[in-house]
């Protein structure tokens, strides 16, 4: 059993930057492929990025387009996600997960095992 918990969410206004983070309890990161999502109001969850369980890896959502970066500490336990040029349709909330079986960066929500609660990112116009 790991438990996962996201901070570092806000309120920013566009072309800002954040870094979300996402910090692992139970077991280590290291065992784990890790991903974000984010859901915004009204919408179903959509896949961000992800990182391979040694962290070479990694896959980011089309839509993105170099905005984000996905990172990891094993050393700390942390997950990131450094968010830049931030636009209103960035508002959501954003989950990390933990993927225990596939050890390749992976795009779906099913496939992960464990959730954290999210963290809400807000993107005023």
């Known amino acids: 059993q790991v438990q996962l918990v996201e901070s570092g969410g806000g309120l920013v206004q566009a072309g800002d930057s954040l870094r979300l983070s996402c910090v692992t309890s139970g077991r280590t990161i290291s065992l784990y492929t890790m991903g974000w999502f984010r859901q915004a109001p009204g919408k179903e969850r959509e896949f961000v990025a992800g990182i391979s369980r040694s962290g070479a890896i990694t896959r980011y959502a089309d839509f993105l387009k170099g905005r984000f970066t996905i990172s990891r500490d094993d050393a700390k336990n942390t997950l990131y996600l450094q968010m830049s040029s931030l636009k209103p349709e960035d508002t959501a909330v954003y989950y990390c997960?933990?993927?225990?079986?596939?050890?390749?960066?992976?795009?779906?929500?099913?496939?992960?095992?464990?959730w954290g609660q999210g963290t809400q990112v807000t993107v005023s116009s």
């Open positions: 997960a933990a993927d225990t079986r596939n050890p390749y960066s992976d795009n779906v929500g099913r496939n992960y095992d464990y």
